[in-house]
T-cell receptor
Framework: AQSVTQLGSHVSVSEGALVLLRCNYS??????LFWYVQYPNQGLQLLLK??????LVKGINGFEAEFKKSETSFHLTKPSAHMSDAAEYFC???????????FGPGTSLSVIP | GAGVSQSPSNKVTEKGKDVELRCDPI?????LYWYRQSLGQGLEFLIY????????KSGLPSDRFSAERTGGSVSTLTIQRTQQEDSAVYLC???FGMGLTDTQYFGPGTRLTVL
C-alpha cells in the first residue's frame, strides 16, 4: 500500500535560513507527488507537484522540490525562510491518476525571528 | 464563485445526532473531493465525485458516512449517529479536470465537534 512519511512533525528555522522539509514515499512505480501548505485557519493550498518530466519542480512562494527516484524522496526546500512561511506542510502521493491521494502526517514549520 | 466554500464553519453536536456538511465547489469544476483532518493525524481521503457519480467510496470510514452531489455542483457529506471519534475538520476540494492530478482547490473546512 502507498504510504508517505514526513520526517519531523515540527521543524523550526531562523528567518533567512534554509528550509528543508523531508518527504519519503513507498511506491513500486514512480508516483505523482505533491506538496500542500496549510496556513492557520485556512484550507490547503497547492505549493507544487511532480507528474512527469523535470525532477526539480518549482512552486509558489520560492519553494521547490526534487523528485529522487533512487531515494524515493520528494523533499521540499526554500533557500531563505520568511516569517510568513510558518504553516503546516503536507506531502502527498498519488500512484495513478485515478487513485486515492495519500497525504503524509504533516510537518509544522516555525520561523524564528 | 471565488473559491470553494463550506458550511457551517463550525458544528458542535451531541453524540448520536446526524449532521450534514455542505460544500460549494468552484463554478465549472467537475471533480469534488472530501477529506477528514483529525488532530495529530494527516489528511484522510474520504470520497471524490466526478460529476454526480462517486467512482470510489472506499475511503468512507463506516456506513454512517454518506455523500451525494446533485447537479454536478453542491455536495453534502452526511454523518449519521455521530460518534466522538468523528470529531475532526472536514475539508472539501474541487478541481477542473477529470484526473486527480489536476490541481485541487480546498475550502476552509468544517470543524465538527461531537460531545
Amino acid at each position: 500500500a502507498q504510504s508517505v512519511t514526513q520526517l519531523g512533525s515540527h521543524v523550526s528555522v531562523s528567518e533567512g535560513a534554509l528550509v528543508l522539509l523531508r518527504c519519503n514515499y513507498s511506491s513500486s512505480v514512480p508516483p505523482y507527488l505533491f506538496w500542500y501548505v496549510q496556513y492557520p485557519n485556512q484550507g490547503l493550498q497547492l505549493l507544487l507537484k511532480y507528474t512527469t518530466g523535470a525532477t526539480l519542480v518549482k512552486g509558489i512562494n520560492g519553494f521547490e522540490a526534487e523528485f529522487k527516484k533512487s531515494e524515493t524522496s520528494f523533499h521540499l526546500t526554500k533557500p531563505s525562510a520568511h516569517m510568513s512561511d510558518a504553516a503546516e506542510y503536507f506531502c502527498a502521493v498519488l500512484k495513478t491518476s485515478y487513485d486515492k491521494v495519500i497525504f503524509g502526517p504533516g510537518t509544522s514549520l516555525s520561523v524564528i525571528p | 464563485g471565488a473559491g470553494v466554500s463550506q458550511s457551517p464553519s463550525n458544528k458542535v453536536t451531541e453524540k448520536g445526532k446526524d449532521v450534514e456538511l455542505r460544500c460549494d465547489p468552484i463554478s465549472g469544476h467537475t471533480a469534488l473531493y472530501w477529506y477528514r483532518q483529525s488532530l495529530g493525524q494527516g489528511l484522510e481521503f474520504l470520497i471524490y465525485f466526478q460529476g454526480n457519480s462517486a467512482p470510489d467510496k472506499s475511503g468512507l470510514p463506516s456506513d454512517r458516512f454518506s455523500a451525494e452531489r446533485t447537479g454536478g455542483s453542491v455536495s453534502t457529506l452526511t454523518i449519521q449517529r455521530t460518534q466522538q471519534e468523528d470529531s475532526a475538520v472536514y475539508l472539501c476540494a474541487s478541481s477542473f479536470g477529470m484526473g486527480l492530478t489536476d490541481t485541487q482547490y480546498f475550502g476552509p473546512g468544517t470543524r465538527l465537534t461531537v460531545l
